[in-house]
């Protein structure tokens, strides 16, 4: 230890609290996400029997776009919000929650294909059991991003997000990029590299 | 002191006159880290003695040759709810609990950062803990068959499937331990956050006490390999209720990647349990040796080693499996590597030691059988670790032997000497010294009779989960002995608890600062109040009361 880093004020400035609690949760949240990726890539090619994912999955391009630029919607959510304009950020955000329920009715069209079209359930072969928990506790996540961005935008355009929650809806803007950038993972493993 | 402990006295009195459902109440709803803190401890130590009395029964079931007390279900169950009792609901519980009440006071914060997260900790994990003791009346689900879990704490697949445990039993050991990782994940971020966040003034990361040190490290730890559990227990309910396959060998599934993401979790999580007794280890021994802690740097540059390597270790419960040479002889290597940072934080307690001015007070006693007994753990570990000698040994009692060797003769017994080190400021009391002596003379007694011999029935072949023997197999006086250390241990446990109900009761008062330390929670009262500190006190060393007291010689100029 050197005498200077001794000397320096310990003091953190408090909205270092929310972000290292969020950092926090998104570290654990990549753990999860993780033993879930290497269960999918470890079981590429183990189902005994079909449907196989090259004969079933198709790319989510359109999906993956709409869900990709919600990060940016929500990045110019937030700077609305930091400039003051509550109205535009609402806005902003109303974008960013449309963008990802199109991801989700995506999703949901595919599963549907996939289980009445293909037959494919969690219990069909290892691909089945792979794909659906992998790509449905991203869902999941989805789904949980929406009711806090839905929550924000509620309160972006009654009045009640004011400039002293900005720090508080720049986390849930962390979380969905967490979300996004965990879908480039997804995407990769099931769409890319599994098929 | 007369006027510390007077108004510690005036305090409990208007506590006595309130009405007991209002205490109650206080204490179901409380946010403050200090109640929770002392909730968690004491919750650890009830399964502590519900799992101790498992063991107990096992014991007895195991001293002669071709018993019939406990039939072999019901062993099994015993010996699985034991272990994950031991490891999730004792472990967990005390060391996070020791680390919720401590890391605030210690930092020269007021709570920890996210107040009522941490009760959303607290009664996630009691309530899971009560769910998977629920599965003893509770288990028969509807199937009738079985109750409480009989997988073994590690749960191995395809033992865990459908088709091997039918009922219920399988599913209270999952959701329970799902429901309490939760909670021990929210605790985690919430230390985590508060130490890098919420130190008070002067109080730097290079002058954080050890215990702190090593709070930090495994809060870290266990974000990231408590969620593989989690996960790996998600894939097992799919597996057993939705008919997936990930653990199904019979559909192609792999009963080995279990094991692979159960050991992920489970071998760093024995760092998680045994780094906090190292930091006991190191705020206790130089209080009582009147001298700095030897080599500082070294020993948290240690700790933060350890946790790294840890993560890196995990195959080494699998070598029996038949991983192939190159994997052995990478994970053999790795397991060895440990002995590295450990051996630095032995010299560096050995260090603090010598030439101090010691007293063997109760704690300081705890703390020196501790540097026995690890090191004796740490050396059957490092056999252990080469992977022929594992062959051989793997699943007998050698490895129970060892193992209970880091959690008893490592973390339990430095959870002692944290007991009755901060014993006094938790509650304003002193525990008895005498008593103390006695609970540890016969701890120390019945622990070694039972688990050093117990290394020699493992080295003569004995498997370990077994419920008996048959009385030809040169095991039979070995595990008499064995079971004889179980009184003594249950002898000094009952002293244990008269000693805390005694001293709740008329104890000495203990005034701010009995030990005469150096740490910032010996600055504030014993009870410390609910805002822990009037002013928070500035640190310019690592013994900011050695400074307060001592304004003439401070320690900022040696450091």
């Known amino acids: 230890m050197t005498s200077m880093a001794l000397r320096e004020a310990a ?44 004969d079933v999955l198709a790319l989510p391009i359109f999906t993956t776009v709409c869900l990709l630029s919600s990060s940016v919607t929500v990045a110019l959510a937030v700077q609305a919000l930091r400039n003051g304009a509550w109205r535009r950020s609402g806005a902003w955000l109303l974008v960013t929650i449309v963008l990802g329920a199109i991801f989700l009715a995506g999703t949901a069209r595919e599963w549907f294909g996939l289980i009445f079209g293909h037959g494919l359930t969690i219990g069909t072969n290892l691909f089945g059991s792979t794909f659906y928990s992998l790509v449905g506790l ?28 900005i720090g508080r809806a720049e986390l849930v803007s962390w979380y969905w990029h967490f979300v996004d950038a965990v879908w480039v993972v997804v995407f990769t493993v099931v769409y890319v590299i599994g098929r | 002191m007369s006027v510390l402990s007077g108004t510690v006295d005036a305090r409990r009195r208007a506590e006595a006159h309130r009405p007991w459902l209002a205490v109650l109440h206080d204490w179901v709803v409380t946010v403050d880290h200090k109640r929770l803190g002392i909730m968690y401890v004491v919750t650890g130590i009830v399964f502590l003695i519900v799992a101790g009395l498992e063991a107990s029964t096992m014991r007895l079931q195991l001293a002669f040759p071709a018993l019939n007390l406990v039939p072999p279900e019901t062993f099994n169950r015993l010996f699985t709810m034991h272990g994950t009792t031991m490891v999730f609901l004792v472990g967990i519980p005390i060391v996070f609990g020791f680390g919720n009440y401590l890391v605030p006071l210690m930092i020269g914060a007021r709570d920890l950062a996210f107040p009522r997260l941490n009760a959303f900790g607290f009664w996630v994990l009691l309530f899971g803990g009560l769910l998977l003791h629920f599965s003893f009346i509770g288990g028969d689900g509807l199937y009738g068959a079985g109750s409480a879990p009989a997988v073994g704490w590690f749960a191995y697949a395809p033992l865990t499937s459908q088709a091997f445990t039918r009922g219920n039993a399988t ?25 890098l966040t919420m130190r008070g003034p002067g109080m730097t990361l290079g002058r954080m006490p050890v215990f702190v040190w090593e709070m930090l490290t495994i809060s870290s730890l266990t974000l990231i390999i408590l969620p593989p559990l989690s996960a790996a227990q998600i894939m097992l309910g799919l597996d057993r209720y939705l008919g997936a396959h990930f653990f199904d060998t019979q559909a192609g599934g792999s009963a080995v990647m279990w094991q692979h993401f ?58 029996v499996v038949g991983l192939g040479s190159a994997l052995n002889t990478a994970f053999a290597a790795s397991t060895m590597l440990v002995a590295v940072p450990t051996g630095i934080k032995i010299f560096n307690w050995l260090g603090t030691i010598y030439g101090g001015k010691i007293r063997f007070s109760t704690a300081m006693l705890f703390c020196c059988a501790f540097l026995f007994q690890f090191l004796c753990a740490g050396l059957t570990g490092i056999m252990l670790s080469v992977a022929p000698f594992d062959w051989q040994l793997s699943d007998s009692y050698f490895v129970v032997a060892h193992f209970h060797f880091v959690l008893i003769g490592g973390l339990i017994f430095t959870i002692f000497a944290a007991i009755y080190y901060w014993f006094p400021k938790a509650t304003g009391r002193m525990l008895s010294e005498r008593l103390g002596r006695w609970h540890f003379w016969l701890f120390v007694i019945g622990f070694n009779v039972t688990f050093l011999t117990m290394h020699i029935p493992g080295l003569l072949g004995m498997p370990r989960r077994i419920y008996t023997y048959a009385g030809d197999r040169g095991w039979e006086t070995w595990n008499l002995i064995v079971s004889l250390g179980v009184p003594f241990q249950i002898a000094a446990i009952l002293i244990f608890v008269v000693n805390i109900v005694m001293a709740l009761r008329r104890g000495q008062p203990a005034g701010d600062d009995p030990w005469d330390a150096w740490t910032l929670e010996w600055a504030t009262a014993s009870p410390p109040p609910p805002y822990n500190f009037e002013v928070v006190p500035v640190v310019s060393s690592r013994r900011p009361l050695w400074d307060l007291k001592h304004p003439d010689d401070p320690d900022g100029p040696h450091e």
Do not use: Q
């Open chain 1, 138 to 165: 991203h869902a999941s996540h989805v789904t949980i991003g929406l009711v806090m961005l839905t929550l924000l935008c509620v309160f972006a355009f009654t009045g009640a997000l004011r400039r002293e929650h």
């Open chain 1, 11 to 54: 003091a953190v400035s408090p909205e270092w609290r929310g972000r290292g609690g969020i950092i926090g949760l998104l570290v654990a949240e990549t753990s999860l996400f993780a033993v879930f990726v290497v269960a999918y890539l470890f079981y590429i090619g183990k189902s005994l029997t079909g449907p196989y994912p090259k």
């Open chain 2, 262 to 319: 159960f050991w992920f979790f489970g071998h760093p999580e024995v760092y998680i349990l045994i780094l906090p007794g190292f930091g006991f280890a190191s705020e206790i021994i130089p209080v009582f040796s009147r001298k700095v802690l030897f080599g500082y740097v070294t020993l948290v540059a240690a700790s933060v080693g350890i946790g790294l390597i840890a993560m890196g270790t995990w195959a080494h419960h699998m070598f």
């Open chain 2, 171 to 195: 599913d209270y050991w999952n959701l329970a331990l799902l429901v309490a990782g939760f909670g021990t994940i929210a605790t985690a971020i919430n230390l985590l956050t508060t130490i």
